[in-house]
């Protein structure tokens, strides 16, 4: 039987090389089955790894896309303030052109009063006239008939 000090208290059979043969080999499988965790390890580490590199890639694209649209909404907000001025320049505008309108028309009106005035003016300047032409005319014949 195998005494207590014996690394492998389960066979009792052996010799001092033969349990240290036994020993290298288990250490062996030891290795071996450390170097595999160790592998899977690595890989699993450079799987994160990648994994956080493609993140910090998608992380800083979309930080870039956000930095973008936050200058689109800057430049949207500021093309947005652009058109409420440029509507009230035009509603003014619109403004200042009725008001021409009316001014116009009110002119026009006063032209059309003038224009009439005008004309009943040189209606009766020509009744005058006529009548100035046919007095002295008359005149004229009736001094004829005296001499």
């Known amino acids: 039987m195998a005494s207590r000090s014996h690394p492998l208290p389960y066979v009792s059979n052996l010799d001092d090389s033969d349990i240290l043969e036994v ?3 288990k250490n062996l499988m030891n290795m071996s089955d450390v170097l595999k965790e160790r592998e899977e ?4 580490q450079k799987q994160v790894e990648k994994a956080i590199k493609s993140l910090s890639h998608m992380l800083q694209e979309k930080k870039a ?3 973008k649209k936050e200058g689109q909404q800057m430049e949207i907000d500021e093309e947005i303030d652009d058109i409420k001025v440029l509507e009230d320049v035009m509603n003014m505008k619109k403004f200042e052109r009725e008001q021409r309108k009316r001014e116009q028309k009110a002119l026009h009106k006063a032209f059309k009063a003038y224009l009439r005035y005008e004309y009943k003016i040189s209606e009766k300047y020509c009744e005058t006239w006529e009548e100035r032409c046919n007095r002295e005319e008359e005149g004229e014949a009736g001094g004829d008939r005296s001499e």
């Not at 390890?41 to 699993?44: D, M, N, P, V």
């Open 23 to 25: 020993e290298y080999r």
């Open 41 to 44: 390890k690595i890989k699993q």
């Open 65 to 67: 896309f956000l930095e």
